[in-house]
């Protein structure tokens, strides 16, 4: 069952986003060299701590960090540790989340360490969080959940194939319903699977984390020994994007980007729903 929410409810999952956005904008900045992802965990703890929220990825699944901090090849759930320190050169997923008077919001960026990238992987960022946007335009009353899959595979087909070769989208893992829990259905791959139907109708209270995973190579991954972290089969570099949106009555919200959504989907020629906080 899809769990469709209230205004009211919303409007706390919105509050749960603001922390999600302050915790990357302290994250990010914090990414540079000589860092350890355990640094940039520390700083999320601060935020929600300083905003009266809570962890939902600590514990979670006995998950260890407040954030998961996924680099280069790491796809997702990358463990912060006093080991992996960061290099000039590096690109880091910080996804994060925070809980709000039991409601959650949950967003991943992709931020780049120092300088000196190749043009390759800015342009993987892009195409990556493009896509998501793309994705996040979709979710329009009447649309199917297929309709957000087909926009964002859509999105990074049409795109000039990289250097390495090709976009590869990661098949194992994808969007997912969110509200009075982090991960809810439905399920939301990044690709149209025909064998999966339609899926649910899109209506005013449905909320979605939208979240494409793009490699510079293959698709296929694998999960370490310690039983999270996920990285491409063939070692490629990935971008890791997403958002935690919700339908309302007025059209989407973008609940963890810091002005609702209103630039990127200005664009689309879509008004965002009026923030329910201001």
């Known amino acids: 069952m899809v769990e469709i929410k209230t205004p009211e409810q919303i409007a706390k999952m919105r509050a749960a986003g603001l922390v999600v956005a302050a915790m990357h904008q302290a994250c990010a900045a914090a990414a540079v060299p000589g860092a350890t992802t355990k640094d940039l965990d520390e700083i999320a703890a601060k935020v929600l701590a300083d905003h009266g929220a809570?962890?939902?990825?600590?514990?979670?699944?006995?998950?260890p960090?407040?954030?998961?901090?996924?680099?280069?090849?790491v796809v997702v759930h990358g463990i912060p540790d006093r080991e992996t320190v960061l290099r000039e050169g590096d690109v880091i997923s910080i996804d994060a989340g925070a809980i709000v008077d039991?409601?959650?919001?949950?967003?991943?960026?992709?931020?780049f360490v120092g300088s000196g990238h190749k043009a390759e992987l800015h342009e993987l960022s892009r195409v990556t969080e493009e896509s998501m946007w793309a994705g996040i335009a979709a979710v329009r009353k009447g649309h199917r959940l297929v309709d957000i899959s087909a926009a964002i595979e859509g999105y990074i087909r049409r795109q000039p194939r990289p250097a390495s070769g090709k976009y590869g989208i990661v098949e194992d893992y994808g969007g997912h319903g969110i509200g009075s829990q982090?991960?809810?259905?439905?399920h939301l791959l990044n690709y149209v699977d025909k064998r999966r139907g339609r899926g649910p109708k899109l209506v005013p209270g449905f909320?979605?984390?939208?979240?494409?995973?793009?490699?510079?190579?293959?698709p296929r991954t694998h999960v370490l020994a310690d039983e999270w972290t996920v990285k491409t089969d063939d070692g490629s570099w990935s971008s890791h994007w997403e958002h935690s949106?919700?339908?309302t009555e007025a059209g989407p919200l973008v609940l963890t980007a810091p002005d609702g959504g209103r630039e990127k989907l200005a664009a689309y020629g879509i008004t965002a729903a009026p923030d329910p906080l201001d």
């Open 54 to 63: 809570k962890p939902n990825f600590l514990g979670y699944g006995g998950f």
């Open 65 to 73: 960090g407040n954030i998961c901090t996924s680099v280069n090849d």
């Open 102 to 111: 039991g409601w959650h919001a949950d967003a991943a960026i992709t931020a």
């Open 182 to 186: 982090m991960h809810m259905d439905p």
């Open 207 to 218: 909320c979605i984390a939208i979240e494409p995973m793009v490699s510079l190579g293959t």
């Open 245 to 247: 949106v919700a339908l």
